[in-house]
């Protein structure tokens, strides 16, 4: 058991340029729905920025608050790594590579110059974002459900939004406080 695990989230410790580049660097080369298992791999794996506990803690954060999820994330991780400024700097640096190459990018199909070759050549990065997902989401898996009711929970959404097709919100909203129930502070027996 990692004995860092219940302490106080430590904001302020990496500066803002580093924060700059490798989130920049995560938005260039994330993908999709995908972009939580490279910030995974830069931020827990690679970098000793953040332990995994504070990386699913602001993983589901990002996941359950409206908004998008890749920009929900760059936020909670750069709040983290660096207070408001790191925040500020983290969705920046995540979205505006992307948004520079998305307006080339359509300005080129625009223009006819879109080829099947370049459809190619997408279809082969999605397929390697999966693997990557796939990977990141075992690691996730394994550090965060941990004991019955854990797996019970992460199995009744997994049934209410997939199989089932009910509302991700309404799943939730439905899960949350029967989560907020099983996992509430044994009371002191005195």
Do not use: C, K
């Amino acid at each position: 058991m990692d004995p860092d695990a219940d302490a106080p989230p430590r904001v302020g410790r990496v500066r803002l340029s580093r924060i700059f580049s490798v989130f920049a660097l995560t938005g260039l080369a994330s993908i999709g729905g995908g972009r939580y298992a490279f910030f995974y791999d830069a931020l827990v794996v690679r970098r000793p920025w953040l332990r995994n506990d504070e990386f699913v803690q602001d993983l589901m954060l990002s996941q359950i608050l409206p908004g998008a999820n890749f920009s929900n994330i760059a936020v909670a991780l750069g709040f983290r790594l660096a207070g408001w400024p790191g925040a500020l700097v983290g969705v920046t640096a995540l979205i505006l590579p992307g948004a520079l190459i998305l307006l080339g990018l359509s300005a080129l199909y625009l223009r006819g110059a879109w080829s099947p070759t370049t459809g190619g050549a997408m279809h082969g990065m999605i397929a390697a974002v999966v693997g990557l997902v796939v990977v990141a989401t075992a690691r996730v898996v394994a550090a965060s459900l941990r004991g019955a009711r854990a797996i019970a929970i992460a199995a009744a959404v997994f049934l209410l939004v997939g199989p089932l097709h009910v509302n991700t919100a309404l799943a939730v909203l439905v899960v949350v406080p029967i989560s907020l129930w099983l996992h509430r502070p044994a009371r002191d027996s005195r």
